[in-house]
């Protein structure tokens, strides 16, 4: 069955960094464009980062880029998101997600529904 699961998460004060991982299992998802999502207190779920199948394109909502890099590794099928310059508002729940389905499998913003598959988070709470 496939799976992702996410780890990494933690409480970490402003200015610091987190590196969430996302490690998938059951299938192939080399092929496929990966995503990390997050959803805050009271909040819906947001599109945080978006990386292509061969990791060659990167799509990032405005709130994060320059501080975030998502990545991702095929060999140990293993998505990464490098948070750096954390801010109180990135505390959430992190969620990576596969969408196994467009094609080409090149990154862009995306929505849930466009995600066939979701981990079950990691919080992530950054102190002022």
């Known amino acids: 069955q496939a799976q992702l699961v996410e780890s990494g998460g933690g409480l970490v004060q402003a200015g610091g960094s987190l590196r969430l991982s996302c490690v998938a299992s059951?299938?192939?998802?080399?092929?496929?464009?990966m995503g990390w999502f997050r959803q805050a207190p009271g909040k819906e779920r947001e599109f945080v980062a978006s990386?292509?199948?061969?990791?060659?394109?990167?799509d990032y909502a405005e709130a994060v880029k320059g501080r975030f890099t998502i990545s991702r590794d095929n060999a140990e099928n293993t998505v990464y998101l490098q948070m750096n310059s954390l801010k109180p508002e990135d505390t959430a729940v992190y969620y990576c997600?596969?969408?196994?389905?467009?094609?080409?499998?090149?990154?862009?913003?995306?929505?849930?529904?466009?995600?066939?598959?979701w981990g079950k988070g990691t919080l992530v709470t950054v102190s002022s």
């Open positions: 990386i292509g199948g061969r990791g060659r394109s990167t």
């Open positions: 997600a596969a969408d196994l389905h467009t094609m080409p499998a090149v990154a862009h913003a995306l929505a849930d529904a466009d995600m066939d598959l």
């Open positions: 059951g299938r192939t998802f080399s092929n496929y464009v």
